[in-house]
């Protein structure tokens, strides 16, 4: 197909337009669109006695050309505009340079140019010349007209295009492979905090010399570094290909906002819909550009080299998606349905006997109405509303501008009515007065309540039924399992059943209705979060299929009583961060992959809407995806690119698509594909799957699954890494960078998640798979492997303010042998954080950092630390506090003190984070290894 | 008599043979993504049942009539059926179907080859009815 770009009059740019299959023409000055191709005639008639910025565009657009492609416009452009021939001639004088870089192609010839060339500002060769001179416009701005900038001292330049060259020799390492025998080697819980193998990628494979060209692993991170170019090659490795995507996670602080491009010029791939990234190439003089994952051409969009903002030629290599690996883009209309949407919020609270007696909906509208101004509402778009439930459905109508509110009950529950058509929902600015007396009031209106049941499933059909036409977010705080109406559910707990094959049949929804409805909601973008809060059994195993399919989260609170400021506290927390929270709304996610690469399995909080398209209605921060990848024919490039795009409505009211692009060398050699796996997303990717094998088979099946690709990577490796092959050995060797993966599944087997244990009520076992399948790796790692300080030693500048805010105490490996009888201890798992305090604590350590006179009169449990006047008491409160705010997430974790000799539940729990020690059943690390070797020595019965 | 069961049954295993490739198309059609997997759920399930009551009529026919060979030939489906139907995991689900597709789509090419193996198995029993009837 001819792309009518080349014959359009100046001023005009054509886009291609997937929906009608047909150009869309822009006239770019404008931003005027029309299908029929623009006649050349009017249009130059009409600008030329203007003289207005489209000419000019032209003008400049020639020049660019003229410099690059003199053989391809010969003297046409030169007659056309003579000061830019000039110009033209000044750029011809260089060596002509052939196509850009092209890392199929002989990589060390291209590479040698390159660097001849480095010093040499020619527009082509963006990398080097960028560095060199580091001016954005130099191509086309004023200082490209003067002779000096050509003269520029070589020997800076040849510097740094020698410091580029080493950059780009870095590719050409071969990856080390340093072997390390488990048996011999402790976990290091250090080891944990390193950075993933390093990606290496072939010399001049990116356009762009900027460090963030290539995705931080916090966004995007694949099991394995360098993928291997053959399925053989993969499963002769017998590790697993993944990726692990957060594509929405929070800002560190100080880290830049996601660049935005905002000039709407979306230059994506004909064929594949890749969108430009600083892995394709330049060709035909920078006329047109290569796809990085199909080899198609496309044509470079006129636009790319217009600054639209000031109207003067702009320069592409600045531009952030050539230089940035996750960029967001402001989208035309044509990525829209329908005009971007405001945020809506629909609260439904639980107002019956045992919730209002807990003291939820006391806590939760006062949480409401405290963080009502952090809920995103820039525009003044955002809308509300709040039904109440018990075994009726209670709607507030709010009208503008009065503080008057009133309620209207619907008792019938088997067809569900909205008894109002105006005024339920309504925008959070124009009804703030009559929402902060309502909110005020509703913990008092329900206090004598004495009706006991939940009508929960029409609740949430009365909530979809009032904002299905926008979409928007459900957020459903329930204290009782819901009893009557649809999706009513049946306490199905049998502590018989806990720890046999049957247990996992309680992990599965019990009720169709929690999936269709999610199905229905996912279809009109309505995505629902759920709080929990029963003491008894509520099953969190069908509820949580509605977050999980409507990509929201579930949040449980076992047993929560606001008369402990505890619960309180954590509960306020993490509730009003969720309200605070920017949410991207309408979202569709999809990954694309270079040829020979398949996405084939998703795991995670969305609906798989066809097969590589996710559906999410709205997604929070920080939830992570897992994706498999198939390696479906053999792979010619020397890298990969693999590129998630996520198209979303900001909560602002803004149509965007935020693209994050992640390249990976490719690799022949097994060595190699050892030495760049990634263990953390290895681990990350096994919890997916471990939950999803509990849920489709049993939970044993689920941990043997786990362990038996444990067992057939260690043997790999054996078998084609180490001198022993396929015989007995006496160590158990696997690669350094992969040395704390044992531990890690050890922590995953141990997790209560799919822990072997009878003892595990399925409530608490559904929420923490909950977790397992949500959370990103920087949370899910302490999860799954906890981190152990010892206080009372702690070395003299923990607790203080260092480099990096508050210095954490070195981590300790998870083993009781770790104790002291006389010490202060913390364990914690992102989650909950215990304080272990031994028997013999001298009383001293009890009055600074308890403020108790002795062991004796402390008392275990949840517990809030006070700061006190001394420097150990503020040091330790500072370690929690760190802890508290170092990581991703609302979650606000639970501060318990453990006593040694105190009730043996808790001490219980507390001691089956140390996932290193034997407990019950489950084996020590020693253990552990040691059956992983006679596995891996072919000997050795069953089971781990 | 014979002859006409076996008639009979050769046209409605006929039906339920173009039935199973109905299937098929449309898992073809969910993979190349012209069809969404919620339209494709709700067609889907509106014809299980409907199948399986068919089948479970069959092997009634055969049960009725005492033509025990074509009854046992019918009764591992028969059985497959009930057991599916009885966990509850009949139904097509439009949350998993991405996943559990593969083994669907081995489900359909099974019955599909086991319906036209029945369909020639009772041709053959249909004929010979016949002859044996028209030689009396």
Known sequence: ?944 | MSGWLFLFTVLYSAGLLFGMIFVVIMFSDLESDYINPIDFCNKLNSFVIPEYAAHGFLALLFLLFGQWTALLWNLPLLAWNINKVMNNAHMYDATEIFRSLPGHQKEAYFKIGFYSVSFFYYLYRMIAAFVADSEF
Not at chain 1, 149 to 168: I, R, S, W
């Open chain 1, 1 to 944: 197909m001819s792309a009518p770009a080349d014959q359009l009059p100046p001023g005009w740019a054509a886009e291609w337009d997937a929906t009608h299959q047909r150009y869309l023409f822009i006239e770019t000055a404008s931003g005027h669109t029309q299908w029929d191709p623009p006649a050349a005639g009017p249009v130059g008639l009409e600008n030329a006695p203007t003289g207005s910025p489209p000419p000019v565009h032209h003008g400049k657009r020639r020049q660019y050309a003229a410099g690059q492609t003199q053989a391809y416009y010969s003297g046409d452009a030169a007659a056309a505009d003579p000061t830019y021939a000039a110009q033209g001639a000044g750029l011809q004088a260089q060596p002509q340079q052939g196509q850009l870089f092209t890392p199929g192609l002989a990589v060390e010839n291209q590479f040698a140019a390159q660097q001849q060339q480095g010093g040499q500002p020619s527009a082509g060769a963006g990398q080097p010349s960028y560095y060199a001179q580091g001016e954005p416009e130099y191509i086309n701005g004023p200082a490209f007209n003067q002779q000096p900038q050509y003269g520029q001292p070589q020997a800076p330049v040849d510097a740094l295009a020698g410091q580029f060259g080493q950059m780009g020799m870095g590719g050409q390492k071969q990856f080390q492979l340093y072997t390390t025998n488990l048996l011999t080697s402790p976990p290091e819980p250090r080891d944990l905090q390193r950075p993933p193998p390093e990606i290496r990628l072939p010399p001049n494979s990116c356009i762009s010399p900027s460090p963030t060209a290539n995705a931080d692993p916090s966004y995007f991170r694949s099991t394995i570094n360098a993928i291997p170019t053959t399925s053989s090659l993969l499963s002769k490795s017998k590790l697993p290909l993944a990726l692990i995507i957060t594509p929405y996670r929070s800002l560190n602080d100080g880290e830049e906002a996601v660049p935005l491009v905002s000039d709407a010029v979306i230059a994506r791939c004909r064929r594949c819909r890749t969108y430009i990234n600083p892995y394709v190439q330049f060709i035909d003089g920078g006329n047109r550009w290569r796809c990085c994952m199909c080899n198609m051409t496309n044509e470079v969009p006129q636009l790319f080299d217009w600054d639209q903002i000031r109207n003067q030629p702009g320069d592409r290599w600045a531009r952030a998606e050539l230089n940035q690996s996750c960029i967001e883009f402001v989208a035309p209309t044509e990525y829209m349905v329908r005009p971007p949407q405001p945020a809506v919020y629909v609260f439904l609270i639980d107002v019956s006997h045992t919730a209002v007696q807990s003291g939820m909906v006391a806590t939760a509208t006062r949480t409401i109405l405290e963080n009502l101004d952090r809920i995103p509402d820039e525009e003044g778009r955002t809308k509300v509303a709040i039904i109440c439930y018990d075994v009726s459905l209670y709607f507030f109508s709010l009208p503008q501008g009065t503080t008057d509110s009133s309620m209207l009950v619907v008792s019938d529950i088997d067809d569900v009515f909205l008894p109002k058509p105006t005024d339920l929902l309504v925008n959070i600015t124009e009804s703030r007065a009559s929402l902060e007396a309502l909110l005020g009031r509703i913990g008092d209106m329900f206090q004598e309540n004495s009706i006991i049941g939940s009508a929960m499933g029409p609740a949430l059909q009365a909530g979809f039924k009032l904002m299905a036409p926008i979409g928007g977010k459900i957020i459903v705080l329930s204290s009782t399992l819901p009893s009557v109406g649809a999706g009513a559910l049946k306490n199905r707990e049998d502590p018989k059943i806990l720890g046999t094959a049957k247990e996992s049949g309680l992990l599965q929804a019990a009720s169709p209705f929690y999936k269709t409805f999610a199905i229905e909601c996912s279809r009109t973008q309505v995505s629902v979060d759920m709080f929990l809060f029963s003491a008894s059994y509520q099953d969190v195993a069908t509820l949580a299929c509605l977050p999980h399919y409507t990509s929201g989260q579930t949040y449980y609170y076992p047993a929560f009583n606001a008369g402990r400021t505890e619960d309180a506290m954590k509960f306020a927390h993490e509730f009003g961060e969720l309200l605070a929270t920017p949410i991207m709304l309408e979202a569709v996610m999809r990954v694309r992959a270079s040829r020979g690469l398949r996405m084939a399995s998703f795991h995670g909080n969305f609906f798989v809407r066809s097969t590589d398209l996710l559906a999410m209605p709205a997604v929070p921060q920080d939830q992570s995806y897992a994706i498999e990848v198939q390696i479906e024919e053999a792979i010619t490039t020397p890298f990969v690119v693999f590129q998630t795009a996520v198209l979303h409505t900001t909560c602002y009211g803004e149509r965007r698509i935020r693209v994050i692009t992640l390249a990976l060398p490719t690799t022949t050699n097994l060595s190699e594909v050892f030495a760049s796996a990634d263990q953390v997303a290895i681990i990350t990717f096994f919890a997916n799957k471990a939950v999803e094998r509990s849920l489709t088979h049993k939970l044993e099946d689920s941990r043997d699954y786990v362990f038996q690709k444990l067992v057939e990577l260690l043997v790999s490796y054996k078998t084609s890494m180490t001198s022993s092959g396929a015989g007995a050995s006496a160590q158990l060797a696997i690669s350094d960078n992969l040395k704390m993966l044992p531990v890690l599944v050890l922590g995953l087997l141990k997790n209560v998640g799919i822990r072997q244990s009878a003892q595990i009520p399925p409530d608490i076992r559904a929420y923490s798979q909950a977790l397992l399948t949500s959370l990103p790796s920087q949370l899910l790692i302490p999860y799954i492997y906890p981190t152990f300080y010892s206080l009372h030693n702690m070395p003299p500048e923990a607790g203080t303010i260092g480099e990096d805010g508050v210095v954490l105490p070195p981590s300790l490996p998870l083993t009781s042998e770790r104790f002291e009888r006389h010490g202060l201890f913390l364990i914690e798992d992102g989650q909950t954080i215990f304080l272990y305090v031994g028997r013999d604590a001298v009383p001293q350590l009890i009055q600074d950092v308890f403020d108790l006179p002795s062991y004796d009169v402390l008392r275990g449990g949840k517990t809030t630390l006070r700061p006190l006047e001394n420097p150990f008491s503020q040091r330790v409160n500072a370690v929690v506090q760190k802890i508290r705010e170092m990581r991703r997430g609302v979650y606000y974790p639970h501060l318990y003190i453990v006593k040694d000799d105190g009730e043996p539940p808790l001490r219980l729990w507390a001691l089956s984070m140390l996932i290193q020690d034997r407990a019950d059943v489950l084996p020590s690390y020693q253990q552990f290894i040691s059956s992983l070797k006679d596995k891996v020595n072919g000997a050795g019965g069953t089971g781990y």
